[in-house]
């Protein structure tokens, strides 16, 4: 857990996190390259509040390269043009003392600054997921429920798209069969403090590592305490291997994929919302301001005012949203 002075400073750090990703939001246009947008995150974070490092590589993929989860590495530097249509993952934070962010905003990159139909549809499930685990997360919830938690809400926007049959089976039943881990791999969080990746995820006397797909990329599986620091960051990606894998002849889960609407969302990508957030005494503070609705995000996409002077979703619990206290931008040279 964190002390008062650790807070504040995380606190901070995702502010300006926040605010800067918002303006990369705004500037990123179709035709562009992965890099600019990663470098319009980082110039602001430094020219605005002094920020001079990030916490970790950034992670800027449209389209297709959404689907990555590490991308931007050395491999694969972000280094794929925008195109009109696509969706557009960021995952970036700033670093600030020592101290780390780590938010990450999907969106679409178009000439409209609108959503498709079917990528609302994927957007609103890991909009869900998040606030389902903003909702439940207190001192005392296991971080293995608010992961099975995300992995459900994700499946009903999978049932409402028809690439996920129920056949007889309920949603909790698929998550129990971790169906569910074929369309988020990766665990829900991680504690985050002076390391992006905190340490303490595992440690004795807290709950082990439970070896099942999805559960096993956890960071922590530990009880949630008072102060304690933690990501909630719920995604669907269309893995072209995992998909591959679960539609493999014999796979448990071929009664429950429509195969044939799955393929018409291969080279979609994927959608991940991070928020920074603290447990409080009766439930958790969410650290991060950036626009989470389809409407906040169009809204931004179309030049509107952030942060707004009414906070829409007060299910996020981003409870600075429209305080006078916010560490405000300067304005920048362009």
């Not at 609103?124 to 459900?152: F, N, T, Y």
């Not at 933690?230 to 269309?238: H, Q, R, V």
């Amino acid at each position: 857990t964190k002390s008062q002075l650790e807070l504040d400073l995380i606190r901070h750090c995702t502010e300006i996190t926040s605010f800067a990703h918002v303006f990369t939001m705004k500037n990123t246009k179709p035709g562009m390259m992965e890099y600019q947008s990663e470098s319009l995150f980082r110039h602001f974070t430094y020219y605005n509040f002094g920020a001079r490092n990030v916490g970790y590589t950034n992670i800027c993929g449209c389209g297709p390269s959404a689907a990555v989860l590490h991308y931007g590495h050395a491999g694969a530097p972000n280094d794929r043009q925008i195109q009109d249509g696509e969706i557009m993952l960021n995952d970036m934070g700033a670093e600030y003392f020592c101290y780390g962010s780590d938010v990450t905003c999907s969106f679409p990159v178009s000439s409209n600054g609108k959503f498709t139909p079917n990528q609302i549809v994927v957007y609103e499930g890991v909009l869900s997921a998040q606030r389902k685990v903003i909702d439940m997360l207190k001192p005392g919830v296991s971080w293995v429920d608010c992961h099975k938690a995300a992995e459900g809400e994700i499946l009903k926007a999978l049932i409402e798209l028809d690439i996920i049959l129920l056949n007889s089976k309920t949603v909790e039943e698929l998550v129990e069969l971790r169906l569910g881990a074929v369309f988020m791999p990766h665990g829900l969080g991680h504690l985050i403090g002076i390391d992006t990746h905190d340490v303490g995820g595992y440690l004795p006397g807290h709950p082990p590592r439970i070896m099942q797909p999805g559960l096993k990329s956890l960071r922590t599986a530990r009880i949630a305490e008072e102060n304690m620091t933690i990501t909630i960051e719920p995604g669907c990606y269309f893995i072209k291997h995992l998909i591959n894998e679960a539609l493999k002849e014999g796979s448990e889960f071929i009664p429950y994929i429509n195969e044939k609407v799955l393929d018409g969302y291969r080279q979609f990508g994927g959608v991940r919302l991070e928020d920074v957030v603290v447990v409080t005494k009766d439930g958790c503070d969410n650290y991060t301001l950036c626009p989470r609705t389809v409407n906040e995000v169009e809204l931004v996409l179309s030049g509107g005012k952030w942060p707004p002077m009414k906070d829409d979703d007060l299910t996020l619990k981003r409870t600075r949203l429209t305080g006078s206290a916010l560490p405000m931008p300067a304005s920048m040279p362009f």
